[in-house]
């Protein structure tokens, strides 16, 4: 019988300090200047480039601060409505929000426009060219618009070799580049197959090296 593990390793914490910023300083640099009553800020990029990241690591920088924030993406039920002392107004993936979503995002800009929070969003593509509710794409397009750039491969091997460390995971060299020779270098699904590896080295008490990472990807059919 196999052992499962209890745990696969500390939580990740996403916070300005632990973001590589690659080509984003611009973006970063202005986010963490963030302050009530400014213009609403746009980030935009494919899966993997960072947008989820950027807006936890925000979340976290005023909920240190001692600020409330509103967080609403895809997976958050309806209804919506914001803290009761909220400062911040955070939106995640709008390109994927339903008809009911849209609305209630709609609703929530306004109200937040009308208190002088600051807002940060996020998609796929610019405001304009997002498939949303025109008024809310109007909105969402106010302020100033950044797009994300992907890691650079450097970048993204010291991403992937931060989060093994992290985690206390020997990542060799030849484990990274079996990794980054075959996968899509999209950061998120890197992590996500971190995890994965993570888990099944844990359960077969082995260590990280290529011959695991081929059985589990065989066992499992990735």
Not at 5 to 23: I, K, R, V, Y
Not at 203 to 211: C, D, G, N, S
Request: charged share 20%; net charge negative.
């Amino acid at each position: 019988m196999k052992q499962i593990p209890l745990s696969l390793g500390p939580e990740p914490t996403f916070t300005f300090d632990n973001l590589l910023p690659g080509a984003n300083q611009a973006a970063l640099a202005h986010l963490q200047a963030l302050s009530l009553n400014a213009p609403p800020v746009f980030l935009w990029g494919q899966p993997g480039s960072g947008k989820t990241h950027v807006l936890r690591a925000l979340a976290q920088a005023w909920q240190q601060a001692g600020a409330q924030v509103g967080w609403y993406d895809a997976q958050t039920p309806l209804p919506w409505e914001l803290p009761a002392h909220p400062s911040l107004l955070l939106l995640d993936d709008c390109d994927r929000f339903d008809a009911g979503q849209q609305h209630a995002a709609f609703a929530l800009f306004v109200e937040a426009a009308t208190h002088g929070l600051a807002i940060v969003a996020t998609g796929l593509a610019p405001p304009v060219d997002l498939p949303l509710r025109e008024d809310l794409r109007t909105r969402l397009g106010w302020g100033p618009t950044f797009a994300l750039q992907p890691l650079s491969e450097s970048e993204t091997r010291a991403a992937l070799r931060r989060e093994a460390d992290r985690r206390g995971i020997v990542l060799s060299d030849e484990v990274m580049d079996y990794v980054l020779n075959r996968f899509s270098r999209d950061m998120k699904h890197l992590m996500a197959l971190l995890d994965r590896l993570d888990e099944f080295a844990l359960v077969h008490k082995r260590a990280v090296t290529v011959p695991l990472l081929r059985q589990m990807l065989h066992d499992q059919g990735l």
